[in-house]
């Protein structure tokens, strides 16, 4: 089944303890995306790649990395996560930039205490 | 300046009614492409429609059309015979290149709650 999977489904952790989300697709897809979402905010983009090894900040990238080293997995590194990341993260991926749906993954719920 | 703008907060219809779901953007490119998507109440995010900017005809996929006014700059969601499923939040997205063939990121609207009324 063509899906993204995103490990943990919902998270509760401290101030300043490093965390990773996981994001794996299995549909060769070159472009991947992390967004967060907020209350009346809609999504907002993290990070995207382009493809392997090409990463590009979004409109919200402080207090976060990410990396593609493989295709299929972008994991969303929180270094130091401060109670403002408390966030529905969803991980996205198309088939390369350009006219083509995006397929969501299920979302991660995180809460910084 | 937002680059996707959703003047709805929220929405109301009468089941079998149509609904128009607002969404306007702000691009100099000359490419680029809107999407919508929806957010039933379980989470997850569904895509329903795109529109390039060049493309000639208005985007159809079922029940669902994107009325695109380029001059306008508005892509309104139009869907028809609304069905009790479609309560959900509706998002617009539009994507942009920032270099030719190159990089593209993806900027959403707030969205939209969309109530379908029996």
């Known amino acids: 089944e063509a899906q993204v999977t995103q490990n943990p489904r919902y998270l509760i952790t401290v101030t300043g303890k490093k965390l990773t989300v996981t994001c794996s697709q299995n549909?060769?897809?070159?472009?991947m995306s992390w967004y967060r979402q907020d209350p009346g905010l809609g999504l907002r983009q993290i990070y995207y790649?382009?493809?392997?090894?090409?990463?590009d900040k979004g409109d919200v990238p402080e207090g976060y990395k990410v990396s593609r080293k493989e295709k299929r997995n972008f994991p969303l590194i929180l270094e130091s996560p401060s109670p403002n990341q408390t966030s529905l993260y969803f991980c996205?991926?198309?088939?390369?930039?350009?006219?083509?749906?995006?397929?969501f993954g299920p979302g991660t719920r995180l809460t910084v205490t | 300046a937002q680059k996707i703008t959703q003047t709805q907060p929220g929405m109301f219809v009468q089941e079998k009614e149509a609904v128009t779901l607002d969404c306007t953007y702000d691009?100099?490119?000359?490419?680029?492409?809107l999407f919508w998507y929806k957010q039933p109440s379980s989470g997850e995010m569904i895509f329903l429609i795109y529109?390039?900017?060049?493309?000639?005809q208005n985007a159809t996929e079922g029940r669902y059309s994107l009325n695109f006014q380029k001059a306008r700059k508005s892509a309104n969601l139009v869907i028809s015979a609304s069905q009790l499923g479609d309560s959900a939040m509706y998002f617009c997205?539009?994507?942009?290149?920032?270099?030719?063939?190159?990089?593209?990121?993806?900027?959403f609207g707030k969205g939209t709650k969309l109530t379908v009324n029996p």
């Open positions: 529109q390039g900017s060049y493309d000639q």
């Open positions: 790649s382009m493809n392997v090894e090409v990463t």
């Open positions: 549909m060769n897809h070159e472009y």
């Open positions: 996205a991926s198309s088939l390369r930039a350009g006219p083509y749906e995006q397929y």
């Open positions: 997205a539009m994507r942009e290149e920032l270099t030719q063939g190159g990089s593209e990121k993806l900027v």
């Open positions: 691009t100099s490119d000359p490419s680029y492409g």
